[in-house]
């Protein structure tokens, strides 16, 4: 027989074991990824893309309806100059979509260089988003010129996101 002086400290032992691998456990089952943060900055980089690519496809057909617009069809210099700043936002906006597409798959080779493709195309279209706007001004209600600003702002912003969280990526270094 075991001796009560052996057995205290023995069930000790194994009660002080058996909770601290519980708390273990419950931290763990809280919190799934836990020290695992460059899975999570993936994932956050991953879903900045997606907004960034849903939110170009509302500015693009946003923009193939300006213009139909019915106070547009009127052909004038100016139409024809709105058309054509039109057409240039829809090729910038379709090479933004295709370099957003490439990021969207995180090969550290190219990150570099595809956030920096990325802030130029957006500045590109931020640029033909003010020419297209100017060609606007006379002739088209304002609140189409306003909600043209903001949808290029939106996308302004969520490129923007996408570009600082791909970065982060690529550098190691994370906001949180």
């Known amino acids: 027989m075991v001796s009560p002086s052996i057995t205290f400290p023995i069930l000790l032992l194994v009660t002080l074991s058996l909770t601290t691998s519980r708390v273990s456990a419950t931290k763990q089952a809280v919190h799934p ?21 849903e939110e170009l496809q509302q500015l693009r057909n ?13 052909l004038n210099l100016q139409t024809l100059n709105l058309l054509f700043n039109v057409d240039g936002l829809v090729f910038e906006m379709g090479d933004l979509k ?19 493709t990325l802030r130029r ?14 060609s606007l001004v006379n002739n088209v209600d304002l609140i189409v010129l306003s909600m043209l ?3 290029i702002e939106d996308l302004d912003m969520v490129v923007d996101n996408a570009v600082c969280r791909v970065l982060e990526l690529k550098t190691g270094q994370f906001s949180g």
């Open 33 to 53: 990824y836990n020290g695992n943060e460059i899975y999570l900055q993936k994932l956050a980089a991953l879903d900045a893309i997606t907004l960034s690519i």
């Open 62 to 74: 946003f923009v193939n309806l300006i213009p139909k617009l019915k106070n547009r069809q009127m």
């Open 98 to 116: 295709s370099t957003l597409h490439r990021v969207r798959h995180l090969k550290d080779e190219h990150l570099m260089f595809d956030a920096y």
């Open 121 to 134: 195309k957006m500045a590109r279209i931020v640029t033909l988003g003010k020419i297209c706007s100017s």
């Open 149 to 151: 600003n903001r949808k």
